[in-house]
């Protein structure tokens, strides 16, 4: 790959401090920031839980759990070429939006499932069609929100901090794992237990979400 030639910045002999906190004095990117943060929060309380349903409350074999976690990232795959043209087309913001919606509606399914119902978890996988947008959409959108010179100091603070959250979300998780057990409620032939409260927390938090991302202005998007 060929050195792209760059004009000398006069930022980059700018002090450190200052070079980190520029990115926090643009509105855009503190709400994209607030965006994958508040996601990867309500994302990450949930997630660690999801194989503990299967393997305890399901009772599915080890191996069963891992071939539908491959179904997810197989179907991921295969409809990544088809995200990369949308975003091509419209931009990196309306596609995010998309995939972020059809992923919000993951935990809302998980509701659903019960020993008996266990066969639609593999339907349930295949929405991992909407992983590659989420996957690769922190990078593209920040890239292409940051200057064309220095963005490393966007990167490294969006990393920092949507990364501290995402780690503190899977302790939250389990905090409010230990705080809803035994507390059960029915509605019908379905009986919602202490990891199906955290789906609910998640998937609400995934839908919330969608309103910051609305505020965030993409150029060129439509």
């Not at 030639?5 to 401090?17: D, F, I, V």
């Not at 926090?24 to 929060?41: A, M």
């Not at 990196?92 to 659903?112: C, E, K």
């Amino acid at each position: 790959i060929p050195e792209v030639a760059r004009e000398p910045s006069h930022e980059e002999g700018a002090p450190l401090g200052r070079l980190f906190l520029a990115p926090l004095r643009e509105r855009n990117f503190r709400r994209v920031l607030s965006f994958y943060s508040f996601w990867n929060l309500a994302c990450n309380v949930a997630t660690p839980f999801f194989a503990v349903y299967m393997l305890e409350r399901l009772g599915l074999p080890f191996w069963y759990v891992t071939v539908l976690a491959t179904l997810s990232s197989l179907c991921g795959l295969v409809a990544n070429p088809f995200w990369a043209r949308l975003s091509q087309k419209f931009g990196h913001r309306p596609v995010i939006f998309v995939a972020t919606l059809g992923d919000a509606l993951y935990p809302l399914w998980w509701l659903l499932v019960s020993p008996e119902w266990s066969w639609l978890l593999i339907p349930i996988h295949c929405s991992g069609v909407f992983s590659a947008p989420l996957a690769v959409g922190p990078n593209n959108v920040v890239l292409k929100l940051s200057p064309a010179r220095n963005a490393s100091p966007y990167m490294a603070v969006f990393n920092t901090v949507v990364g501290s959250i995402t780690a503190l979300a899977a302790v939250a998780g389990g905090y409010l794992a230990g705080a809803f057990t035994g507390l059960t409620w029915s509605l019908g032939p379905f009986s919602f237990e202490v990891l199906q409260w955290l789906f609910l927390i998640s998937a609400l938090g995934r839908l919330g979400s969608l309103g910051l991302l609305g505020s965030v202005a993409e150029p060129r998007a439509k």
